[in-house]
C-alpha cells in the first residue's frame, strides 16, 4: 500500500468495513455514513491512547464541531481506511484531523478529509471540563507532527 503524500504525519489508521446498510439507492455510501465511520476511528484513538474509558462520571471527549470535505464516493467494494490525527490542542478542546482513503490497486485515494472540534466533557456535570494534562502528554507524545497549541 502506498501512501498518499498528504497522508503524512498521520500514524493512527482503522480499517474499517462498508456494510451493506452504509448504501443508498445508488450503491454509494450514504454522505452520513461517512460521520460513522469517523466516530468509529475517533473513538478507537482515544481508547487507543487511553484518553476516555467511557466509564459514567468520567470526562471524555464530545463532538462540538464537524467540517467534511467530500473527495470521491464510496462503494461496496471498497477497502476503506481512516487516518486520524490531533492537529491543535486548546484549555477545555482539541481538534482532530481525519481522512477516509480507500485503496486503489496499491495505492491510497483520499475519499473525504474532515477536521473536528472535540471538547472535554464532564458527562455527569453536564458542561466542558478543563483538559487534563495526561491527555495532552499522551497527544503531544503520541503525534508525529506535534499539535499546535
Not at 471524555?60 to 464510496?74: F, K, N, T, V, W
Not at 487516518?83 to 485515494?109: H, M, N, P, Y
Not at 458542561?127 to 499522551?138: F, G, I, N, Y
Request: proline share 6%; net charge negative; glycine share 8%.
Amino acid at each position: 500500500m502506498t501512501p498518499n503524500a498528504s497522508l503524512e504525519g498521520f500514524r493512527h489508521q482503522l480499517a474499517v468495513p462498508v456494510r451493506w446498510g452504509d448504501l443508498d439507492a445508488l450503491g454509494h455510501v450514504n454522505n452520513a455514513t461517512y460521520l460513522t465511520y469517523l466516530e468509529q476511528a475517533r473513538i478507537t484513538y482515544f481508547r487507543d491512547l487511553g484518553l476516555w474509558d467511557a466509564a459514567p462520571g468520567k470526562i471524555g471527549p464530545i463532538m462540538a464541531r464537524c467540517e467534511i470535505d467530500y473527495r470521491a464516493p464510496l462503494g461496496a467494494e471498497d477497502q476503506i481506511v481512516v487516518f486520524t490525527r490531533c492537529a491543535r490542542l486548546g484549555t477545555r478542546s482539541f481538534d482532530t484531523e481525519q481522512v477516509i482513503a480507500r485503496l486503489k490497486g496499491d495505492e491510497l485515494e483520499i475519499a473525504a478529509q474532515s477536521r473536528i472540534v472535540v471538547v472535554v466533557y464532564d458527562y455527569a456535570g453536564g458542561k466542558s471540563a478543563p483538559m487534563p494534562e495526561l491527555w495532552r502528554e499522551k497527544l503531544r507524545g503520541y503525534e508525529v507532527v506535534p499539535p499546535r497549541e
